[in-house]
C-alpha cells in the first residue's frame, strides 16, 4: 500500500496568522517545527495501518517547508515548485492507493483560519460547476481522475466540515478551533500527533484504489477583490469574463482544469501592486 501526503501548513498545529506561514520570518521557523510534526504523526499512523510506502509531496508557497531532517526515515519528501499537478503531484503515476490532505484549510471567502484558495488575498470566491471550492476541493476532484480516495484530512474545525462535502468517507482531525482567520484555539503538538496517527492508521483502511471518474466537463469560475485582476486573468487562452470582477473558463478533464487554475493564478499574483493589491 502506497499513501501520499499532500501537506500544506495553513492548517497545521498552532498555525494562526501569515508570519507564522511566510518563509523566512522568525514564526515560520518555528511552526516549521510542529508542521513537520503533523506530518510524521500521519505518516507514523499510516505504517501502523499496514502501509509499505509513504510518499510526502509538500504543498505550501515555496514548497520547502518541511523539516527534512527531522522527516521519519521511512518515508519520502517531494519538495520543490513547477510540478506538473502542484499540491497533488505525485498521484499521477498509478501506484498511489489512497492520499491525505494534512494541513489543509478552507476557502477564499469561508470562515477558517487563514482560510484562502493558492493566493492569500486577491481571490475572494472559486466555484466549479457551480459548488464553491476549496483547494481540498480542487484537489479531491484531480485525484479522483486517477482512482485515488482521499482518506485523511487534518486542519481547523471548518476544514473537517468542509472535506464532508468532498470525501465523507475521509478521517478527519482538527488541530484548532476557528476563531477568526487569524485567531484559532489550539492544541499542544503532543495531542494532535496522538490524534493524527490515530486517525491515520483507520484511514489506512480506505486506501483501496476505485475505478477513475471522469465528472468533466467543469466550469470553473473564479472572482477576484479587484477588476484589474479579472482583465488580467483573460491572458490566459480560454478564460473569459463572466462579471466585474470575475472569470470563467471549461475544462474537459480537471487535470487540464487544475492546470489551468494554476496558470490563472500565477498570472493574477503578477499583476498585484504593492499596498493598493
Avoid at 122 to 142: D, F, M, P, Q, R
Wanted: aromatic letters at 8%; a negative charge; glycine letters at 10%.
Amino acid at each position: 500500500m502506497k499513501i501520499l501526503i499532500s501537506a500544506d501548513m495553513e492548517g497545521a498545529t498552532g498555525v494562526t496568522w501569515p508570519a507564522d506561514v511566510l518563509p523566512g520570518s522568525e514564526q515560520w521557523q518555528r511552526c516549521r517545527h510542529m508542521f513537520t510534526s503533523d506530518v510524521n504523526a500521519a505518516i507514523a499512523g499510516f505504517y501502523d495501518g499496514g502501509a509499505d510506502e509513504v510518499l510526502v509531496n509538500e504543498a505550501h508557497w515555496s514548497m520547502r517547508n518541511l523539516l527534512l531532517e527531522r522527516l521519519d526515515e521511512r518515508a519520502e519528501m517531494l519538495t520543490g515548485r513547477h510540478k506538473d499537478l502542484s499540491m497533488v503531484e505525485g498521484v499521477q503515476h498509478g501506484d498511489v492507493d489512497g492520499i491525505a490532505f494534512v494541513g489543509y484549510h478552507t476557502g477564499a471567502g469561508t470562515e477558517g483560519v487563514l482560510a484562502h484558495t493558492y493566493l492569500a488575498n486577491s481571490i475572494t470566491g472559486v466555484w466549479v460547476n457551480g459548488e464553491a471550492a476549496s483547494e481540498g476541493y480542487l484537489n479531491a476532484l484531480v485525484v479522483a481522475e486517477y482512482g485515488v480516495p482521499v482518506v485523511l484530512v487534518t486542519g481547523d474545525d471548518r476544514t473537517g466540515i468542509d472535506a464532508r462535502g468532498y470525501a465523507p468517507q475521509a478521517r478527519t482531525v482538527a488541530v484548532k478551533d476557528y476563531v477568526s482567520r487569524y485567531a484559532a484555539v489550539c492544541r499542544p503538538p503532543a495531542r494532535t500527533a496522538a490524534d493524527i496517527r490515530a486517525a491515520a492508521k483507520e484511514a489506512a483502511a480506505l486506501a483501496v484504489r476505485h475505478e477513475p471518474r471522469e465528472g468533466g466537463p467543469f466550469g470553473v469560475e473564479l472572482e477576484f477583490d479587484a477588476v484589474h485582476l479579472a482583465g488580467a486573468a483573460t491572458v490566459v487562452p480560454g478564460v473569459e469574463r463572466s462579471g466585474e470582477r470575475r472569470v470563467t473558463y471549461t475544462s474537459p478533464t480537471m487535470y487540464e482544469g487544475i492546470r489551468c487554475f494554476k496558470a490563472v493564478t500565477t498570472v493574477v499574483s503578477a499583476a498585484v501592486e504593492e499596498q493598493y493589491g
